[in-house]
């Protein structure tokens, strides 16, 4: 376990032109305008890849002590739990929309 | 007794209740592991109220995201992930002893951010020019959804709580430099720049995000 992983320029230059290119392609497809749902289901796919190159190869969890990571994983486990607990209430109320 | 010798390592930085520099330098990671986990949570607030509304009214994401304008979202997208691009040439710089070009990527870095928050100041600035304000402030009537500042309510809050996040990285970053000029940095001791660096690419992470689930509503 090393917490001095030491990336070349050329790598890190080419992580950041792959989010270059990712970040035109979710502009782009909303230009060819794909039908709902599936017009956010690609944008936040998009998003996660994103998201996820750069915790691997920025933030180094790639090559970093597995506990780091797991850390990351559950937060984004809590935060599932967190918006799928709200939504059984609000997506199955009644009298859905409050005043506010 | 030890003898002191020319190429002793350099180990100022090291406190006395670690035992090696490593253990330190996992330590400080590991704690700024734990700090972003409770960012991502803090955060994660705001995401789950965009979601609860946004499955309330779907048409009103519709309609109020055409207020804002996807090219300076994008730009501004670009700016972010060129800015973690620098923040990782920074790191690279000091694990190779490299203290100038450390300097001189905080700087590229620290300018990103300040383009970043010049773009946002001019999207803030048109829409409050137009009435776009949060809540109960909100008085503009381009918009035919009587909800419509809700959605603004919750485009403040996320970018605002987000552009914070940059400001207070320019800060801590203009310390990193103040620091590398001091000469306290070397490859033994960059645990303050290592760990700007992971909060910073956090801050990358969110408005990657933010962009599509904001500006791509089409």
């Keep these: 376990m090393s917490g001095h992983h030491i990336s070349s320029a050329k790598f890190l230059w080419g992580v950041a032109i792959t989010l270059f290119i990712l970040t035109f392609l979710t502009v782009a497809v909303t230009w060819i305008h794909i039908p709902e749902p599936w017009n956010v289901v690609v944008a936040i796919a998009i998003a996660v890849v994103k998201a ?4 691997a190869f920025f933030m180094n969890l790639w090559w970093d002590s597995r506990f780091n990571l797991i850390l990351f994983i559950m937060s984004i486990v809590f935060f599932l739990l967190l918006v799928g607990i709200t939504l059984l209430d609000t997506l199955y109320r009644v009298d859905p929309v409050p005043t506010f | 007794m ?3 010798s020319a190429v002793e390592e350099k180990l100022d930085h090291l406190q006395h209740h670690f035992i090696d520099s490593d253990q ?3 330590a400080s990671k590991l704690g700024m592991w734990i700090f972003l986990v409770t960012e991502i949570l803090f955060f994660g607030g705001l995401f789950a109220a965009y979601i609860v509304y ?7 994401y519709l309609l109020a995201s055409e207020e804002l304008h996807t090219f300076w979202g994008a730009v501004n997208t670009f700016v972010l992930i060129g800015s973690s691009l620098t923040v990782a040439m920074a790191i690279r710089s000091a694990q190779l002893n490299q203290i100038k070009g450390l300097i001189i990527n905080l700087w590229i870095t620290i300018s990103l951010a300040c383009v970043f928050m010049v773009i946002k100041y001019f999207e803030y600035a048109e829409k409050i020019e137009k009435g776009i304000l949060p809540g109960a402030h909100y008085s503009y009537d381009g918009i035919e959804h009587e909800k419509a500042n809700i959605f603004f309510s919750i485009y403040y809050m996320m970018t605002g709580l987000h552009g914070i996040h940059v400001l207070i990285g320019i800060g801590l970053m203009v310390w990193l430099v103040f620091k590398a000029k001091k000469k306290v940095f070397h490859s033994g001791y960059y645990t ?4 700007t660096g992971l909060y910073w690419h956090l801050v990358d992470v969110i408005w990657i995000f933010l962009f599509p689930l904001l500006y791509l509503i089409d």
């Design chain 2, 192 to 195: 303050p720049v290592e760990i």
């Design chain 2, 54 to 60: 946004r499955a309330w009214y779907p048409e009103l």
């Design chain 1, 52 to 55: 996820t190159i750069v915790a």
């Design chain 2, 2 to 4: 030890s003898q002191p």
């Design chain 2, 24 to 26: 330190q330098f996992e």
